[in-house]
């Protein structure tokens, strides 16, 4: 397996992914988990490029193009939200929100 | 094997990536943890240059690390740069032990496919069509433009949408809701 | 139209009078209802009394000698078709007119016995109610039908027993009384069950009549002795001995006393009593291929016949020594049934109507004039005071006693002439001498029994106590007797009519002229000849005499032990006379042996079945569904953190679908 073959790729990715899903699962700093977050859309990204490379077709790089818009547009109204949270009470801690328990 | 430039590029960009990738998440410090993710933007953004993709890598670096993570770093010395009381004990006790678990799993059954696979050359984009033979004719940027006016028009209106949506969103969750 | 076709009426009548007597409640008629409740409610019987003799009248007069009338189809589906109809045929006709002709002498009676009662309405109600059930039972043209007139008269036995409802002794007997009957129903299903598996249908004119307008039975679907025909006849018999309290399911009609005297009369003397010997002979025709049955049949009846005669000795119940006597004379006509004579058993069937119901009515012009009083040790010498009530009651006792020429005699030695005939002919067997031995000891109890109570209750002198005078009378030292009057008209007149018939009623079947029984004898299975069952030349004479023996000695010794000397009626302390006054301890052996046993176990299946299983099966379910719905809300932590997990959990197991897919 060459080193820049699709599958080395595509293993970074997963890599990547993974940590992303690690880092929602174990912070619980609202704004770190966001950062896991883009973390998992970016590897997603990376995937979506290579197979854009290896498959030679223009699609790849128009749905990384998408993913970026809506991730930006994610980051606005989620951090706005995260934002408004902090305003109503002084400590972002996620696991107090935790109102539909039961 | 072969070592080429390409190669020695590729093995540390990837070290670089997987590295601050970590970081993010092992950061305490939320700023740390921040940088660490526009290293990681980085890193992929040149990973883009590397399977040809000028245009979209500078994209990336324009708009992710550029705009996105300034906002996010804005929002971060705002509310909790320290985070000192936040990280205590956590209530759920066995939920570090499960996520590294299945972190373990996940990462290692996607690999063990994506070893065991290889890719289908009849998915490949016909001559006449591919991404490469347009970025040769036009260059990376025309290329990409055609692609998506040609073929994805309407999602790109769509997006243009998306975007308005999420600014009057956060225009109104930003509001002070003291007025009434 | 023919007039066959009155049947119907008489069935209808006392059902409109029942129902309509029920409702003046509701109508709120208030002045002059006593009136009204009497006329309605001896008027429906005697008009269904005159149509029942018109109908037979012209049944007498007719060559069909039978009409069976289907009036609707009451269930048809598939192959299953069920018709309600009435037949008039010989048998069902003489008992139209002994149920409806009685039952009007004692309605008419009852309006003067039961006049003071609070509840007036409520007794000619049921009292109507109970003739037409009894009309239904034999009237009906198929078992099923006599099925449910057979449970209505019990039901109807169940209200009147219990007609004075505030009493608990009442309400228990009552109770007993369906009970026991209830026995004898279930007897009656299972034999109806089989009847239609055999026959594949239940009305008259398949099992055991060849058509509907005649009375040629049908040709025996089984061999003699056949084992369902005998299963069949004897659930058959255990009805009838619930019903006619033949042994040992007899308990309930001494109880049964605890009703009003004309009930007693009416419905446990007279009528719904003999439903048993009428069920009988109705099945003649199955009876007669079944001598297994017929053999149990008259020994039960021997049996009970002594029995209830040696209880009925000791008695000091005034209705109760009655009731013993009913049952005693009831194993008589079971015993002529038995060994072969049906229209001997119905003979005897309607002079006991005519003699038994005098005899009740006798005793409730005593109890009506001693203001409820029933024992006979604190009577006597009411013969002064009650002239014409001693006179009929002595008629009444002559004919029990069977004393030539009343009608008693009659049929009382129709029944032991069968038992003679058969015991000494050819074709008979010598056992029938030994039922012939306990009919003629029974004969001597009952002339002995019947009239030590006429002479203690209206020979001697008066052992009332004085509680019954007014304080003021007592001061005078009057009479003691001086308050006590004979019975108003309204009762006098149906004792004196019965009175007569039981003088001259058994003209229609003496061995002669034997009309009864040549009238009945077509429906009485194949070739029923009563003659014979006469006993031939010099043996009828014997019979005849010995009977009339039979009596008298009893009459004799009543007499040694009640008039020649002052009567003496402390109870003897000696065991035989302890066992009988106790009615040989059988409603003690029937309460610990089944009342309790089934008692106890219903309060155990109550306790374990009841409370712990079911309730607590129900309970503890509900337990299980909050233990396991606690238990799932706790996936509910609240935590987003939880949520992403199994999420990933998730997408884990798909990516592993992926992996192990071949």
Same mark, same amino acid.
């Given at each position: ?102 | ?32 943890? $921040?940088?660490? #993710?526009?290293?990681? *933007? ?6 883009? =240059? @590397?399977?040809?993709? &000028?245009?979209? /890598? ?40 499960? $996520?590294?678990? #299945?972190?373990?799993? *996940? ?6 496919? =994506? @070893?065991?696979?290889? &890719?289908?050359? /009849? ?47 956060? *225009? ?9 | ?662």
């Amino acid at each position: 397996m060459p080193p820049d073959s699709a599958t080395g790729y595509l293993i970074v990715s997963a890599i990547l992914f993974t940590i992303g899903v690690v880092g929602v699962l174990v912070r619980r700093n609202p704004l770190i988990m966001f950062m896991s977050i883009e973390l998992m859309l970016n590897a997603v990204n990376l995937s979506f490029m290579t197979f854009a490379h290896y498959l030679d077709s223009v699609d790849g790089w128009i749905f990384v193009f998408l993913v970026l818009t809506v991730a930006a547009a994610e980051v606005v109204v989620g951090l706005a939200i995260i934002v408004s949270i902090f305003r109503a009470r002084r400590d972002i801690n996620i696991d107090e929100l935790d109102s539909l328990k039961g | 094997m072969h070592i080429t430039a390409t190669t020695v590029a590729f093995v540390a960009l990837a070290i670089m990536s997987v590295l601050s990738g970590l970081g993010v998440i092992l950061f305490r410090n939320a700023v740390y943890s $921040a940088l660490s #993710l526009i290293l990681n *933007l980085f890193s992929l953004a040149l990973f883009f =240059l @590397l399977l040809n993709a &000028l245009f979209l /890598a500078v994209v990336q670096v324009l708009i992710y690390t550029g705009a996105i993570m300034v906002l996010f770093l804005f929002v971060v010395t705002m509310l909790a740069p320290d985070a000192q009381g936040i990280e205590q004990r956590d209530p759920i006790r066995w939920q570090i032990g499960a $996520a590294a678990g #299945l972190g373990v799993i *996940l990462a290692g059954g996607l690999s063990y496919i =994506l @070893l065991n696979s290889t &890719l289908d050359p /009849a998915a490949k984009a016909p001559a006449s069509d591919s991404l490469s033979s347009m970025v040769d004719k036009f260059g990376s940027i025309q290329a990409f433009g055609m692609g998506l006016f040609h073929g994805f028009l309407f999602p790109f209106e769509v997006t243009s949408v998306l975007l308005v949506v999420a600014i009057i969103g956060a *225009l109104v969750l930003g509001r002070r809701a003291s007025r009434d | 139209m023919q007039v066959f076709d009155l049947t119907p009426l008489v069935l209808l009548l006392p059902l409109l009078g029942f129902l309509f007597i029920g409702s003046l409640r509701l109508l709120g008629v208030q002045e002059r209802r006593h009136e009204l409740i009497t006329w309605v409610g001896c008027g429906t019987i005697g008009v269904a009394f005159l149509l029942a003799l018109i109908s037979f009248l012209t049944l007498v007069n007719s060559a069909t000698q039978a009409d069976d009338v289907t009036l609707w189809n009451w269930v048809v589906s598939g192959k299953l078709g069920i018709d309600f109809g009435l037949r008039l045929d010989p048998l069902s006709g003489v008992m139209l007119l002994v149920v409806t002709g009685v039952g009007f002498l004692i309605h008419v009676y009852s309006a003067g016995y039961m006049h003071d009662d609070p509840s007036y309405w409520r007794y000619y109600s049921f009292l109507n109610f109970f003739i037409f059930a009894m009309v239904l039972l034999v009237s009906a043209n198929s078992f099923l039908f006599l099925l449910v007139g057979w449970a209505a008269v019990g039901l109807a036995s169940y209200l009147l027993i219990g007609f004075w409802y505030q009493r608990p002794s009442a309400v228990a007997a009552a109770k007993k009384a369906f009970v026991v009957n209830v026995i004898g129903d279930f007897g009656l299903m299972l034999a109806i069950f089989l009847l239609y598996n055999k026959f594949g249908t239940l009305a008259y004119n398949g099992i055991l009549f060849n058509s509907p307008n005649t009375t040629a039975p049908m040709p025996s679907a089984f061999g003699v002795n056949d084992p369902m025909l005998i299963a069949i006849t004897l659930l058959l018999f255990l009805a009838c001995a619930a019903k006619s309290a033949q042994l040992p399911l007899h308990v309930w009609l001494p109880d049964a006393m605890e009703g009003p005297t004309p009930v007693s009369a009416l419905i446990h003397a007279a009528t719904m009593v003999t439903a048993g010997v009428y069920l009988v002979a109705r099945a003649s025709n199955l009876f007669q291929y079944a001598p297994a049955s017929l053999w149990v049949v008259a020994g039960i009846g021997a049996a009970t016949a002594l029995f209830a005669a040696s209880i009925g000795l000791v008695q000091n119940d005034i209705k109760r020594i009655l009731a013993y006597s009913t049952i005693s004379q009831l194993g008589y006509m079971f015993m002529a049934e038995g060994a072969g004579n049906y229209s001997a058993g119905i003979f005897h069937l309607t002079t006991h109507a005519y003699f038994k119901a005098l005899l009740f009515m006798g005793a409730g012009s005593v109890i009506h004039a001693l203001d409820g009083e029933q024992d006979i040790r604190k009577m006597g010498g009411l013969r002064a005071r009650l002239p014409w009530t001693y006179w009929t009651f002595i008629i009444g006792g002559l004919a029990i006693a069977g004393i030539i020429p009343f009608a008693g005699f009659w049929s009382k030695d129709a029944i032991l002439g069968t038992l003679l005939t058969q015991g000494t002919s050819a074709g008979g067997s010598p056992w029938y001498l030994v039922l012939y031995g306990v009919g003629l000891l029974t004969a001597i109890l009952t002339g002995f029994y019947i009239f030590r109570l006429i002479f203690v209750v209206f020979h001697g002198s008066y052992r009332g106590s004085q509680a019954e005078v007014p304080a003021q009378a007592q001061a005078r030292r009057p009479n003691p007797l001086a308050r006590v009057h004979e019975a108003p008209w309204v009762m006098l007149v149906p004792m004196v009519f019965l009175a007569a018939l039981s003088t001259v009623g058994g003209i229609y079947g003496t061995p002669w002229a034997d009309a009864l029984g040549q009238f009945l004898a077509p429906v009485l299975g194949t070739n029923f000849n009563p003659d014979n069952f006469t006993p031939p030349g010099a043996l009828l004479w014997v019979s005849f005499a010995v009977g009339i023996l039979a009596g008298l000695i009893g009459i004799g010794v009543a007499w040694a032990m009640y008039v020649r000397r002052a009567p003496s009626l402390q109870p003897m302390r000696n065991f035989v006379y302890q066992t009988l006054l106790h009615k040989y301890w059988i409603d003690e052996l029937y309460e610990w042996v089944i009342v309790k046993p089934i008692v106890g176990a219903g309060k155990l299946a109550g306790r374990f079945i009841e409370a712990d299983a079911l309730d607590g099966g129900g309970r503890g379910l509900a337990w299980l569904v909050g233990k396991t719905s606690v238990g799932l809300r706790s996936v509910q932590s609240g935590y987003v953190r939880s949520y992403a997990l199994v999420f990933l959990v998730g997408a884990i197991l798909i990516l592993i679908y992926y992996i192990v897919r071949p």
